[in-house]
């Protein structure tokens, strides 16, 4: 199991237990991929917008992109790659399109509902502590 999978679960779940009032849908990836071709092998895919397409009864239609970090004091952006940060920055300077991170904080045990917008307003920080993304926590 990939290290994010786990944080992906738990997502997932949450969803779940929406029923039909929302709605998740898992965009195959390059990991995916290598699993339905077979361990090791050679495949090459364009980089995805997120990992969801998601449509929330509060939040409507969405990406949505789930991250997991260990650190105790905050969000190091670092862990979104660049094709990540370029597809958020599409999607929220299209017409109405929007684009959230869902990050789990492991040592808060708390999850946060981040537009990307936050992220990217960020031009010269490298991370956000949990303390600013506090009026992003997401009690699911």
């Known amino acids: 199991m990939k290290k994010g999978a786990q944080y992906e679960l738990l997502f ?44 929330h009864p509060h939040n409507g239609f969405h990406y949505a992109e789930v991250k997991g970090t260990e650190n105790a004091t905050s969000f190091s952006f670092s862990l979104i790659r660049p094709s990540q940060m370029n597809h958020a920055r599409r999607a929220t300077t299209a017409r109405k399109g929007s684009y959230w991170f869902y990050i789990f904080s492991t040592s808060l045990i708390q999850w946060y509902r981040v537009p990307a917008e936050v992220i990217l307003s960020e031009t010269t920080k490298k991370s956000l502590t949990w303390a600013e993304l506090s009026p992003c926590i997401w009690n699911m």
């Open 12 to 55: 997932e779940a949450y969803f779940k237990g929406l029923g039909k009032a929302g709605y998740l849908y898992r965009i195959a990836d390059l990991s995916d991929l290598r699993g339905i071709s077979g361990k090791g092998s050679q495949v090459k895919a364009n980089p995805v917008p997120a990992d969801y397409l998601v449509i």
